[in-house]
């Protein structure tokens, strides 16, 4: 998968999939009746955590700068021409 498509991937599961999921989870834990306060930190913690380990590959090395291979990194030198007068020398 190309870094571009990773970066669009990440924003949309960022956008769309992170307030989804954050909405089910909290409706999910409301189903129950209410645990005490330690519990239910951590199963908002371990739910943070949660969403984030299948997207690994997907969000590694995004807020960097591309690969040269894709546009990044370091821009090719420009090439000089040498003046029409010092050719014929």
Known sequence: MTYRNRKRLALLILVVG?????FLAVTIVTLFDRPPVAVELAIYVTLGIAW??????????IG??????????QVAPATTQTPPEAQSK
Do not use: D, N, V
């Open 18 to 22: 992170l307030p989804i999921y954050g």
């Open 52 to 61: 984030a380990l299948p997207f690994r590959s997907i969000f590694r090395g």
């Open 64 to 73: 960097q700068e591309p690969p040269p291979e894709e546009g990044g990194g």
